[in-house]
């Protein structure tokens, strides 16, 4: 790259040179120039792909809240449903404690109507043999 100056035009030495070149013979500024350009297409490049990558990881973020937002409910209602259920056992569990109690005071009621009435029919079958020896020795 070199750049040719005219020593006899003081002031308007580039204009000329540019404008007697062809544009390949362009000094180093215009490339220069070119070379902006080109980082700034690069870095725009980069830029859009950043903001795809920020914005798929911003949808999948969205997509796991949701999700979790979803398995909290299931949670909840399962939770509930635990406790309806945990409420009906206790019922059935109290409702089996008094057939259990009911069986047992029944049992308890049979055995002391058995051993009134074997009480009644020993206390008798004394009397009888009582009265059997009774009457035989009177006899």
Known sequence: MHSTRLVTK??????????????????????ENNVPGVLYDLRKKK???????????????????????MLAKKVETLTMAMEVEAKKMIREVAAIEKEVIAVHVNKALDNRAKRSS?????????AQILAVRAAGRNG
Do not use: C, M
Request: without cysteine; hydrophobic residues 15%.
């Open 118 to 126: 074997s009480n009644t029919k020993n206390s008798s079958n004394t």
């Open 10 to 31: 003081p002031k308007n030495t580039w204009k000329d040179n540019s404008e007697e070149k062809p544009p390949s013979e362009l000094p180093a500024q215009t490339t």
């Open 47 to 69: 830029v859009v792909g950043l903001r795809k990558s920020s914005h798929d990881k911003d949808q999948s973020l969205k997509y796991k809240d949701e999700a979790i937002e």
